[in-house]
């Protein structure tokens, strides 16, 4: 978990919720169109090949109905208090194993009839759902709205390793990589609170993180500039800050403008 917690961006939960259908629809057309040679092929997530992968993505936003379907938690009943969206990237780090197990229990015999089953339950389940009704996340009980935003992260940066495998150009809803943005940056300023330096994720994003002297005025001395997809790879691990400095993708002025130590946020 973070250290201190900061807080939480306000986000439009209309919006995150047509980003999150959208860009599940890119990834539905994207994997209607793969071969079943393509489909085996290997992908950067371990032994995933791209078939787990795709399942994985349905499995992502089909949690959301089912989810709303079962009855909804008290917040710190069974020893779990709710949920925080700022705690959940923190709360992700050792489920691997466990989402591993879930994925390959998938039947993607029919990824096409799985894709429209989920879109379909998908719209309904959230049709008519209020924004502070509680869902039974593993981590403790979370509002849909933030969950929400968090399947957002769970597309962007899938659909990033689904380009990845397959060569492909599935695009980003610009609403759904913004929101993933947004939440990535501020977890990070959530894990090392101050105001030394400044992080620029342009159109997206601008936080301050790590202890020192708060700037206040004119340019800063401490400033990190990066894309959001390089971002995005950098806090969950798919690339390293050294790797993308030298590709010159990352722009970072200052002696303490090196946040190495501080990445990835998720695994």
Request: hydrophobic share 45%; with cysteine.
């Amino acid at each position: 978990m973070p250290p201190a917690k900061k807080r939480t961006r306000r986000y439009d939960s209309a919006r995150t919720r047509a980003a999150v259908l959208a860009q599940f629809g890119h990834v539905r057309e994207a994997v209607d169109a793969l071969t079943p040679e393509q489909l085996d092929g290997p992908t950067r997530l371990g032994e995933w090949t791209v078939r787990d992968l795709a399942a994985h993505l349905a499995w992502t936003v089909d949690s959301v109905p089912r989810l709303l379907a079962e009855p909804e938690p008290v917040a710190g009943g069974a020893g779990k208090d709710r949920t925080a969206l700022l705690d959940w990237p923190f709360a992700t780090v050792g489920a691997a194993a466990r989402i591993d197990e879930q994925t390959r229990g998938i039947d993607t015999v029919d990824l096409p009839g799985l894709y429209a089953r989920v879109a379909e339950e998908y719209e309904r389940a959230t049709a008519d759902a209020p924004d502070e009704r509680l869902l039974a996340v593993r981590f403790g009980p979370m509002t849909l709205a933030d969950f929400l935003v968090t399947r957002t992260v769970e597309l962007v940066v899938h659909t990033d390793d689904l380009n990845a495998a397959t060569g492909g150009a599935v695009p980003f809803d610009r609403q759904a990589l913004a929101a993933c943005t947004r939440l990535l940056a501020d977890a990070l300023a959530a894990k090392a609170p101050g105001g030394a330096v400044e992080v620029r994720v342009p159109p997206f994003a601008v936080v301050q993180c790590v202890e020192g002297p708060r700037h206040t005025r004119g340019t800063p001395p401490n400033v990190v500039e990066t894309d959001p997809l390089t971002w995005i790879r950098l806090a969950t691990g798919r690339t390293r800050w050294a790797t993308e400095r030298d590709a010159a993708r990352i722009s970072a002025s200052g002696e303490r403008a090196d946040l190495a130590e501080l990445l990835p946020l998720m695994g």
